[in-house]
């Protein structure tokens, strides 16, 4: 026990963890045997995070469980009779803080970002659903908090880890399809509308923690509308953070979005005039309790690196002109059968340029390269990404010192800002103009107030 807890205490110390990558440095993380497993407290139990009870314990120790449903966690409770059980991620954290090692969080979008950042602070590793956060404000503190207390994160866009998303990274990035002139990402997930809310007032049953439920939203009274969360604003991220955060991760990270967000060698330069992404909407409605049933955005991206200004389209649901736009790609690849390519008319990520495309699915976990018979005994440059079994492995690997993850917040956070914006953009009549750097809207104030939400009472970053 004594040199279990010396090594949980030198984990969490500042000096052992490498400066904002997501990584131990191999060297210093020598507490772990080699067949150790890492501890690791699962917040979230039902829903997703099944998902993380069946497989998770292959990997590592589920050390503690904490959900607000006690009626629906009965049943993986008992599987788990040894592990701590707890209603508040908070008291759980005060009172197994020092004896786990990393935090799995995969409750509704709501409480992602107040859950994980809890998890930073007690020096945790952070293991978060997508989309990371409910709003762009929370995606940066977020990134930026990671960074200070220099601990592991990932965030779950599992297709990040697939041999074939860093493929197609890599066929692009080393110009096998030319410059790329196109990229058109969609999902047949529209929102909900105009919705109205619930009027009755029926009792909260006695095993649902509504309060911790709520979180840091407006403070409802029960009713089990809410439960169907994905619905509405205040508690979810529609389909741009739902599916963007995979679908979309394609672009961002192939076309090197990401270094807008980065002040330096990759970004702007300390003094140069900022980069702007500029934003244009278009929607079913303007629905502020709900997601529109359609939209189009279209994000203007600039110059960065060595790579010119390209235009982004994201399409959710049918909106004018989509499907027609959705069938032209298409008909451009040769299919199997009428099911094969139905999963890509649900949802995809087409980029062209003037040597060939990348068509992928929804997740980014296969790919083709357009047209076929150009690509059919075609190799392609070498391996330059590292790869990986699976994407909580890398996570459970980069906290032992072995390698680093991904998808970790300095990545996957300004890749949630840029989906999010597309949410505040719906919102708003007219193009929206945002600063990477300084994480601002410069041309509508009210836009730029909407990158952030009140919180209530007793709740906070």
């Known amino acids: 026990m004594k040199q279990r807890i010396s090594r949980r205490r030198f984990l969490g110390s500042s000096a052992a963890l490498g400066a904002g990558l997501g990584i131990l440095p191999a060297g210093l993380a020598r507490g772990y045997t080699a067949n150790e497993k890492v501890d690791v407290a699962l917040v979230g139990v039902c829903g997703r995070g099944e998902w993380f009870v069946n497989t998770m314990p ?17 049943e993986t409770y008992q599987r788990f009779p040894n592990a701590p ?25 709501n409480t992602h970002a107040v859950i994980a950042m809890a998890a930073i602070k007690h020096g945790k590793a952070v293991y978060c659903e997508k989309p990371l956060a409910h709003d762009v404000y929370e995606a940066r503190a977020l990134r930026d908090a990671a960074a200070g207390h220099k601990v592991v ?8 880890s697939s041999e074939a998303l860093r493929r197609c990274v890599e066929l692009v990035r080393a110009g096998v399809l030319g410059e790329i002139k196109e990229v058109h990402v969609w999902n047949a997930d529209g929102g909900e509308g105009r919705r109205e809310l619930p009027k009755e007032r029926p009792p909260c049953p006695d095993y649902l923690h509504w309060d911790l439920w709520l979180g840091p939203a407006a403070d409802r009274p029960y009713h089990p509308f809410w439960l169907n969360w994905h ?15 995979h679908t979309m991760n394609l672009p961002f990270m192939a076309l090197r979005i990401d270094a807008l967000w980065q002040a330096g060698e990759s970004g702007p330069a300390a003094g140069a005039p900022r980069k702007l992404l500029r934003i244009e909407s278009q929607m079913s409605e303007i629905t502020r309790l709900a997601f529109p049933r359609w939209q189009i955005i279209r994000y203007h991206v600039p110059a960065r690196c060595d790579l010119p200004a390209i235009v982004v389209n994201w399409y959710g649901g049918a909106g004018p002109g ?11 690849g040769k299919w199997k059968n009428e099911e094969e390519r139905n999963v890509h008319n649900f949802a995809a990520c087409y980029l062209r340029g003037p040597q060939g495309a990348i068509l992928t699915t929804g997740h980014n976990m296969s ?24 994407h909580e492995y890398e996570w459970l690997e980069a906290i032992k010192g072995k390698t680093r993850t991904m998808s970790n917040f300095n990545y996957s956070g300004p890749l949630a800002e840029f989906l999010l914006l597309g949410n505040v953009a719906t919102l708003f009549e007219g193009p929206l103009e945002y600063d990477p750097i300084a994480g601002k809207i410069v041309n509508n104030a009210a836009a730029d107030r909407a990158l952030r939400r009140q919180y209530r009472p007793g709740w906070s970053l």
């Open 58 to 74: 292959a990997l590592c120790n589920l050390a503690a469980f904490c959900d607000v449903n006690e009626w629906r966690t009965k």
């Open 85 to 109: 059980k707890f209603v508040d991620f908070r008291k759980m954290l005060d009172v197994e803080g020092k004896r786990i090692d990393g935090v799995i969080v995969a409750t509704p979008d």
């Open 153 to 160: 994160t990932q965030k779950g866009n599992q297709g990040t």
């Open 231 to 245: 619905g509405w604003r205040e508690l979810a991220t529609g389909a741009l953070g739902n599916w963007g955060s």
């Open 322 to 332: 989509v499907k027609a736009r959705i069938k032209e790609i298409l008909d451009r």
């Open 367 to 390: 790919y083709r390269l357009m047209p076929e018979e150009q690509f059919a005994k075609f190799d392609g440059p070498p391996k330059t990404l590292p790869r990986t079994p699976g």
